[in-house]
């Protein structure tokens, strides 16, 4: 059995490593150099190469283990141990000078996350968490908020950017939070959302479209936080991204009640 937190710590530090490298392009990126993968879905150099650079060196660290990587510049593959990346999480929000974007990895044993890092570059806060030892954030302990009614919350989300089949029913949803919480957040990142519900500076989290590298490690920052995560049906093992609500305890099951009311197909 590995251990879990030594795992996190190292992982941690390859994070910082990249980190450095993503925020000096920042300072002088050209934005020429940005490619469209698809609707609203852009890719820089800067994902590419960092994604390089965490592949290169968490393969160091557990050697057995396979990679699902946003950019897919690996594609080997372990039976048991899986890291999950996103390189560059808020690459819109990066090619457009706007300071929030993050770094997200995650180690999955048989599919369960059991150690995840997400690095808000330019808050400079490294949140971690590793199966059985809770949430940290720069190094103290990080816990979801105590709110317990939603109309005392405060929301978290991301507007959908390729898929649009459930935008109406999105909006709907949206609006009804405006109304009865304290506010809606959009910060572009999705690692950043949840890492923020981990620590509770926001209540709730929701959002449709996504992937296992944008959700795997902010899941498991929740979860070891003391709060809950599911996708729009309660199933807590999803991690496709597909579907996301995150929470505190208190109000988990009157707000998947709320989305549920209108994302439910």
């Not at 990587?69 to 594609?75: A, D, F, L």
């Not at 048991?80 to 929000?93: Q, R």
């Not at 899941?219 to 995150?246: P, Q, T």
């Amino acid at each position: 059995m590995i251990d879990y937190k030594e795992i996190c710590l190292q992982t941690a530090g390859i994070v910082h490593e990249t980190g450095k490298f993503i925020m000096k392009e920042f300072d002088s990126f050209d934005t020429t150099r940005t490619q469209v993968k698809g609707l609203h879905d852009l890719v820089s150099y800067v994902d590419t190469e960092s994604e390089k650079i965490l592949v290169e060196n968490l393969n160091r660290i557990l050697p057995e283990s396979g990679f699902i990587t946003e950019e897919g510049t690996s594609t080997l593959k372990g039976k048991k141990y899986m890291w999950v990346i996103d390189p560059l999480d808020g690459t819109t929000n990066f090619v457009h000078g706007v300071r929030m974007f993050s770094i997200s990895v995650a180690l999955t044993e048989d599919d369960e996350p059991v150690a995840g890092v997400v690095y808000d570059l330019c808050g400079k806060e490294t949140f971690t968490a590793w199966k059985g030892g809770g949430t940290w954030l720069n190094g103290k302990r990080a816990r979801v908020s105590k709110t317990k009614r939603l109309s005392e919350s405060l929301i978290a989300t991301g507007f959908p950017y390729s898929d649009f089949s459930r935008l109406d029913n999105y909006m709907k949803c949206f609006t009804h939070f405006c109304r009865v919480t304290h506010g809606v957040r959009r910060f572009g990142s999705a690692a950043i959302d949840l890492a923020h519900v981990a620590c509770g500076r926001f209540d709730a989290f929701f959002e449709y479209g996504l992937n296992p590298w944008d959700v795997t490690a902010g899941a498991l920052l929740v979860k070891e936080a003391g709060g809950h995560y599911c996708n729009f049906s309660g199933n807590e093992r999803d991690m496709s991204g597909e579907e996301i609500i995150a929470s505190n305890n208190y109000i988990s099951k009157e707000f998947l009640e709320n989305v549920s009311k209108f994302m439910r197909d």
